[in-house]
């Protein structure tokens, strides 16, 4: 984790009320005004400010014909930007009109950044727009930084993984028996006389892949550096947006990013990916890896939900969603964006190893504290918390296999007793490491507010001193070296967290092929309870020495106890997936909403069981309203004038009603 100093400016202001407007439609109520803190991170001119309601009418007025202006379009606003030198005002989410309804009942369109004179103090332009009527909520537009998990370790390249892998391996990539956070075989270390392994301490993928290895209708959203699009153990399973042209500065889709063929870089604001810059560190392409590497195909490594290549099944989808690309820091708009894009786009899960420092982060090491309560930070990055809420309540469908998103964060690296945020957010997966032979990571968080533990790494406690890296208890996966793919090893949270995010998307898959329904938080409790308490080898003491192969190494013996209750548990997709066979609910077909002369395709197979062999027979009780055709497993309502009608399936011996709607604003005429 970067160790940027925080250095908080607080800003006191008197309490102010904002009078109650009722017109019927807005609704503008008290809000107070207190103290806010302008971190040392923020970006120089600039802020995010949020509009109160009343104001949607003025702005959609002042913007329905641009995206950027000077001025908001709002008298007393205007007078205040011109005082700072404002030059820029944007709306933070850009306009896509598939989803833009939603954005307005989530408020997210009344945030907008506004770019103003760099000479101007932030707080004091803070302190200028905050105590205005017309704005709701304001905050400093932050630097976020990559989690800091050591230097790689490259070991080889992508062109020389490809040796014999082992008969009794369940798959053939070469470098599985590596990978001993998906099957952990043991292993004896005689120069220390102790454990180095034991079995068992992964997140148990040989029980899980004998009934799934994943499922292409599941999107994990890589919210890192870029991701290496092209590696050969990961090209295959790249998510595609196939109405973009790669890199294209032209918008295709209409849904307000240029050329995201797959995903998109945040950090430039392009669509293209870029994983080869001078100080692309490897990182995003390494969580990718462990997530979704491409299964059985005789190179490289594996991925948990990779799929199976040698069977011709894909694994999960990865979608990178890039907000630090070389040198460039990311900033809390950009982020924001990222999560709006991903819940707009199919995301279900997303992957962020990446934090701002706990709260009990060590000062004396050069890590200054960040947020310590869920009201402190919602005070300092209310767009962050709006932004992260809105993926978990929008993502995913309720006639798909999750109604709403999963967030999963690594919890930090500064061995400190509290996650760090955005991952101690309650509604967030913050998740800790452990080394493998059950023990936390030296360096990991812990704490009341870690859900999930999973194989991180942990050099320093098996190397002594003055001893090469202990590569093998590090954890094993997909590179980048002076932008070619490879492979090599890293260690932190950042790892074991794409493990909670790769089993959740195993699990996920399987839910998707047995067509069974979760809502997210139904998912997370079902995972809660087929994970595994560990808490038995947290006894005595751990010796670690850190930094053990350079000259300013040290040991520190920590007893095992203070962990207890405070690293979540590890994660177990065996487990998990057999548990999912009889959890959740059917699937359920959609109601349709269709504008009159246009027409709605559904593809069934999606919710019924071996649906792409099955028969099917429809009929409408109202043809003046709407028609229904099948073909094969397609069914298409075609909407005729305004009005309702049901619509009846009937597939396997049993009938299936679907209430259609045909109206003029039928949601882009889409269903729902």
């Not at 040698?310 to 820091?329: H, N």
Request: aromatic share 10%; hydrophobic share 35%.
């Amino acid at each position: 984790m970067n160790n940027m100093k925080k250095i908080l400016v607080y800003i006191l202001f008197a309490v102010f009320i904002l009078s109650c407007q009722d017109n019927g439609i807005d609704n503008v109520c008290t809000v107070e005004k207190e103290s806010v803190a302008i971190a040392d991170g923020a970006v120089e001119g600039e802020l995010l400010i949020k509009f109160a309601p009343a104001m949607e009418r003025i702005l959609d007025t002042h913007f329905a014909t641009r995206a950027v202006a000077t001025r908001s379009g709002i008298p007393s606003t205007d007078e205040v930007l011109e005082i700072l030198g404002a030059y820029r005002i944007e709306r933070v989410f850009p306009v896509d009109p598939r989803t833009e309804e939603r954005t307005r009942e989530a408020g997210l369109h009344l945030w907008y950044k506004v770019s103003f004179d760099k000479g101007i103090d932030v707080a004091e332009a803070y302190s200028r727009l905050s105590t205005l009527g017309e704005v709701s909520k304001a905050q400093c537009n932050r630097r976020i930084f990559r989690m800091d998990s050591g230097r790689p370790v490259f070991v080889k390249s992508a062109d020389d993984a490809t040796v014999e892998n082992p008969d009794e391996n369940i798959f053939n990539d070469p470098d599985l028996d590596l990978q001993w956070g998906y099957i952990n075989k043991g292993g004896y270390d005689f120069e220390t006389e102790k454990a180095k392994a034991i079995v068992g301490c992964d997140v148990n993928c040989k029980e899980a892949w004998e009934l799934c290895t994943g499922d292409t209708s599941i999107i994990v959203g890589v919210m890192d550096e870029g991701v290496l699009i092209d590696h050969p153990d990961l090209a295959a399973n790249i998510w595609t947006n196939v109405d973009e042209i790669y890199g294209s500065y032209n918008d295709n889709d209409g849904n307000g990013f240029n050329g995201d063929r797959h995903g998109y870089n945040f950090a430039s604001d392009r669509g293209y990916i870029s994983a080869t810059g001078t100080n692309d560190t490897g990182h995003g392409t390494h969580v990718a890896g462990t997530i979704a590497a491409v299964n059985n195909n005789g190179i490289g490594v594996c991925g948990i939900a990779g799929g199976d290549a040698a069977k011709g099944q894909k694994g999960v989808r990865i979608m990178p969603l890039q907000i630090f690309d070389d040198s460039r820091a990311s900033t809390v708009a950009l982020e924001a964006k990222a999560f709006k894009y991903a819940a707009d786009n199919g995301v279900v899960i997303m992957q962020c190893s990446w934090g701002y420092n706990s709260a009990y982060a060590n000062e004396v090491q050069g890590y200054m504290p960040g947020p310590g309560s869920e009201e402190e930070w919602e005070k300092l990055y209310p767009l962050e918390k709006e932004a992260i809420d809105y993926f978990i309540e929008n993502a995913g469908s309720p006639n798909g296999v999750i109604d709403g998103g999963i967030v999963v964060f690594a919890s930090g690296n500064e061995s400190s007793g509290m996650s760090a945020f955005p991952g101690a957010y309650s509604k967030c997966l913050a998740v800790s490491a452990i080394a493998p032979d059950f023990t936390p990571a030296s360096y990991s968080n812990f704490g009341a507010e870690v859900d999930f533990t999973a194989p991180g790494g942990d050099g320093d406690y098996y190397g002594l001193p003055g001893s090469p890296n202990e590569n093998g208890s590090m954890i094993y996966s997909t590179m980048t070296e002076e932008g070619k793919a490879c492979y090599g090893y890293y260690e932190g949270t950042s790892m074991s967290c794409p493990h909670v995010s790769g089993v959740v998307a195993l699990g996920l898959s399987y839910a998707a092929q047995l067509r069974r329904h979760f809502t997210a938080e139904e998912f997370i409790e079902l995972m809660n309870k087929q994970s595994d308490d560990i808490e038995k080898y947290f006894e005595g003491e751990k010796l670690t020495h850190f930094n053990h192969s350079s000259p300013g190494s040290y040991a520190t013996k920590t007893p095992l106890s203070k962990y207890k209750g405070k690293m979540g548990k590890l994660v177990n997709a065996g487990k998990l997936l057999k548990a999912i066979e009889g959890a959740g609910r059917d699937m359920k077909l959609p109601n349709v909403y269709v504008a009159p002369q246009q027409e709605v395709t559904i593809e069934l197979s999606r919710f019924f069981v071996d649906g792409d062999k099955l028969e099917y027979i429809c009929e409408i009780n109202n043809k003046s309203v709407a028609t229904a055709v099948i073909s094969g497993t397609k069914l298409t309502v075609t909407g005729v004038t305004g009005g309702f009608a049901l619509l009846t399936v009937y597939v396997n011996g049993a009938s299936h009603i679907v209430n259609v709607t045909v109206r003029e604003d039928a949601n882009n005429n889409g269903w729902m």
